[in-house]
């Protein structure tokens, strides 16, 4: 594997999910990473994505170096061209090429704006560190994608379901924050490589990028989705067509026991963080039929798999 | 050792101080630890705590990783049963599930906000770490609390102590900035399970918790409690009766060599970090009768014995 | 080695250049730095300086614990004699004195404030650590010297040279900010240490500090200088005779192609970040002129250099 940026960069998923099947019953393997750096820089917060790739580096043998790089850098230009002449201190040219000397694998966190829908489309800063890095990359979650997150929702399902082809259902919930379109993106595409029954339901005006869910069914009644789902991913997501925009936030889509009484006793899944009683209420969260907290486990063994794949180029 | 949240969760102190005597002379044992990894949560600033708590893993074998969750994570919610609608992204609930999952013990340092007296002694953050983790939970100071500091100071009296049951004085002294009941609490608990004879000086309106205090015998007048000492702590608390106030900034306690002349040529000890001349004047931090520095060296051993508590289970 | 503070430090310098090149071709030594732990503290921004450090600090086996120590720990005093009643929590005295238990070898980054010119020379924070720390100080850049950038320079300088005695030009370039002298006051002192022909180039009001440059011939005009070079270093500073002002912004002395023509086809150096088509056009850092890369690569040879004649004593 070259680089881990979008889906596009698995060669083999089968391939891929047994390896991560395989690390999480025996982690050892601390040879592979020897000698090796994994540098992680955080243009945006993270806990789960932050902790789990460190571990899985460590559990590898890497030697790990971690940057906020907007509080401990200097901020970056990503365009070319510029005259330098305000607030950015360095051009992503010569960031990542020199990083890619102190670094063998690169992984990068870069959150949207969700301002110009082009802007963050074009993936800026993923492009920036791809174009100019000469080590792989590894996205930690960028404008449009979040692969990592979706590695571990596809061995999350793998490993709970208990039909040969579930019916997965990814769902909208409301939130009071525009939210990026990274997970629900990366999760679509994901499913649409594996032998599942794939819909969507989000109120009107919060569908997806159409290029990206492609021919994959999306209801605007979430009860009609839900029916016989196997699976229930609950997530938030800004307007796509309105950039950015948060059009609803009444709890009419709040994820509860009685959505999940019109499923096939659904496992109940999410990316976290998730606001409890917004996005998902409180008797469902707590409840067996959430997965959320083992999905989140999953992280350190996809974040392996993909770091394997990534040493060995 | 199941948890080290309170000096309640000892049980064996002679046992334990022991241990870290010995780890002080010996550091080896970094086998303990191999493949476990200590997961360091900061909701506060910290240096020694910090350090010495990293480092002591990092001779136990351990990895670290380190966050200070505030500006690295998510803002996280404490109370049950609420509309997470406002600022708050993510549950201790899942929070203390997830990182149980990607660390093999927790240690957490979490202030009080000095502002509500039951919501800072119902320690919030702390026991929900304890109740929603399924690992040890390690206090790096909570709200009422440091133990690891309490068994820093226990190591360097028993350490320096001259006679069989030295007379030991914690004394208030000012400081411009309401702080925490934490670190005189911890002492106080943790000499009362010691062979020594404590009293605590303060002035009137900064009485300690009485169900801390206790037995212990507290003086208004400080010359009057330093007679004869072998041990002087000097720490600054605000009041706990008008809770959280400043209700005394003058010199008149500030620590100094007339002071100690009154003492028993005392050894003065301070949990650093030690504002000079405000809390004690350089003539005493400057002097031989200063361990401040010879017990914070003794924090590196405290958290390493405690460690090896939590892994051995 | 004792220190690594200034450029006096270093007792033999062809050895210590004849070590980092000895390294860069063989980085294993993990053994020497085993058990030792490296402190880095930052009162400022570092991409290059922290992770090159906290690489050769590994790659000699070493532990590395980072701190920003404005966020993550204590506002510190470096005066004496000082009533701590504001807002500085933490005197130097006992921050070093705690650091030199926890730590082996403590490396610090402060920068100037660029207001007060005596006060930036005394250099409080570097000799704060000094006077106080009973362990090595590696300097990662301070108010007047960044001595481990400039063994990197040295280096690059060593390994580059097409003749035995090249000529080093230290160009001067605008740049929209105050800029500390750091960099190019041990850029200068390090040449003058070495068999190389150095001048320096700056506009009127620009010239470094007098004690520094010596015998050095200061150009102020930059074609004059350029002449013949084979080595030109780039660099902004603000002005030291009207201390910290911005005298110049405009781009003539921009360092584009039509100034590197005047050049014997020098090799252009500088120490990044650096604003493109500012400081130095894209046309000369996107040619094959530009070792810029190459020397970044340097800084974690140097460090390693430095951080093995530390541990050695």
């Given at each position: ?10 060669e ?7 390896d991560?099947l395989?690390?999480?019953?025996n ?6 990473g ?6 992680m ?11 789990s790739?460190e571990k ?52 990068v ?10 802007r963050?489309?074009?993936e800026?800063?993923?492009?920036g ?14 404008a449009t ?7 571990t ?7 709970l ?22 997970v ?13 029954e ?6 009107e005006?919060?569908d997806?990028?159409s290029?990206?869910t ?20 609950v997530k938030?997501w ?16 709040t994820?509860n026991?009685?959505k ?5 006793n ?5 990316c976290?963080?998730?606001?409890r009683?917004?996005?998902?209420a ?12 083992h999905q ?12 394997r794949?990534?040493?060995?180029g």
């Open positions: 594997m070259k680089n881990y940026i979008d889906l596009s960069d698995i083999d998923l089968p391939a891929l999910l047994e991560a395989k690390l999480k019953n982690n050892s393997n601390p040879e592979l020897k000698g090796k750096t994994l540098g820089l955080f243009f945006n917060p993270s806990l789960r994505t932050r902790l790739t899985a580096a460590k559990l590898l043998g890497m030697e790990v170096m971690v940057m906020n790089i907007n509080s401990d850098g200097w901020a970056l230009e990503f365009e070319d061209g510029q005259v330098m002449d305000s607030n950015k201190a360095e051009h992503i040219k010569e960031a990542a090429a020199v990083l890619s000397q102190y670094c063998d694998i690169i992984a966190r870069a959150f949207p704006e969700l301002k110009d829908k082009e963050d489309n074009a800026l800063v993923m492009n560190f791809k174009k100019y890095a000469s080590v792989p990359i590894l996205n930690l979650e960028s994608g979040h692969p990592l997150q979706a590695l929702d596809a061995l999350t399902i793998i490993e379901k208990t039909v040969k082809r579930p019916k997965v259902v990814l769902t909208w919930a409301p939130h009071p924050k525009a939210l990026p379109h990274a629900p993106n990366s999760f679509v595409q994901m499913m649409q490589k594996m032998d599942v794939l819909c969507i339901a989000n109120p005006g919060n997806l990028n290029e990206i492609n021919n994959t069914k999306v209801f605007h009644d979430q009860d009609e989705a839900l029916k016989n789902a196997d699976f229930v991913y938030n800004s307007s796509y067509e309105n950039y950015g925009e948060v059009l609803k936030t009444d709890e009419d889509w994820f026991q009685e999940l009484r019109g499923t096939n659904a496992k109940v899944m999410h976290l963080p998730v606001r009683n917004v996005v998902i409180d008797d469902v969260l707590d409840s067996e039929n959430s997965v959320v907290i989140a486990n999953n992280r350190t063994f996809a974040a392996q798999a993909v770091l794949k990534l040493l060995k």
